[in-house]
Nanobody, 125 residues
Framework: VQLVESGGGLVQPGGALRLSCASS????????IGWFRQALGKERKGVPC????????YYADSVKGRLTISSDNAKKTVYLQMNSLKPEDTAVYFC???????????????????WGQGTQVTVSS
């Protein structure tokens, strides 16, 4: 199983990026895909949105309207569209997959079985 993130980069405050999480060795209808981020010198934390194995998505109120998850089953890729980016969004972003079938969103990193290597997002003027 491999997850590969891409799409990070340098963007000005207020800008947007679309991150991709390309998977191999698993199926999106068999795994939920969550997102985490880790700022320099800080703990890796969950980005409060998730794509469940049935294709549904969930967002915490804090990110509704700013983040959008979509998926392309044929490409085995999940996308995270991030709008209105702020300097505090600067971090390495990771996607992670788990296969329990239980539709929960958790900050518990041990819940996830597979991880990508991360992609750097820098928000700066």
């Amino acid at each position: 199983v491999q997850l590969v993130e891409s799409g990070g980069g340098l963007v000005q405050p207020g800008g947007a990026l679309r991150l991709s999480c390309a998977s191999s060795g698993l199926t999106l209808d068999g795994h939920s895909i969550g997102w985490f981020r880790q700022a320099l010198g800080k703990e890796r934390k969950g980005v409060p949105c998730i794509s469940f194995r049935d294709g549904s998505t969930y967002y915490a109120d804090s990110v509704k309207g700013r983040l959008t998850i979509s998926s392309d089953n044929a490409k085995k890729t999940v996308y995270l569209q991030m709008n209105s980016l702020k300097p505090e969004d600067t971090a390495v972003y990771f996607c992670a997959a788990e296969s329990s079938g239980i539709p929960i969103m958790t900050d518990d990193k041990t819940w996830y079985e597979y991880w990508g290597q991360g992609t750097q997002v820098t928000v700066s003027s």
